[in-house]
Nanobody
């Protein structure tokens, strides 16, 4: 079955950096566009970034553009999110996502940006 397992979340100071990872299994990872979403306390789930199956095209939410970078390694079934210049408003649970026939989600990883 489809599994998405995120890791890398942590407590980090404002201005710091963090890399999230997502290990995918149970489907043909290299064939699908992948997404990172996040959900802050008391708010809805928002798309952070997306990357096409080959990695040739990426898109970012306005609030993270120029600070975050999404990437993938199709040989390892891994999705990454490099987050730089972190702000307190980036505090959220971050989720890996793929859609085929329906949405699939990981369990999420907590990122807290605070001094």
């Amino acid at each position: 079955q489809v599994q998405l397992v995120e890791s890398g979340g942590a407590l980090v100071q404002p201005g710091g950096s963090l890399q999230l990872s997502c290990l995918a299994s149970g489907f043909s990872f290299r064939s699908y566009t992948m997404y990172w979403y996040r959900q802050a306390p008391g708010k809805g789930r928002d798309m952070v970034a997306s990357i096409t199956s080959s990695g040739s095209s990426t898109n970012y939410g306005r609030s993270v553009k120029d600070r975050f970078t999404i990437s993938r390694d199709n040989t390892k079934n891994m999705l990454y999110l490099q987050m730089n210049m972190l702000k307190p408003e980036d505090t959220a649970v971050y989720y890996c996502n793929v859609w085929f026939e329906k949405d699939y989600w990981g369990q999420g990883t907590q990122v807290t940006v605070s001094s």
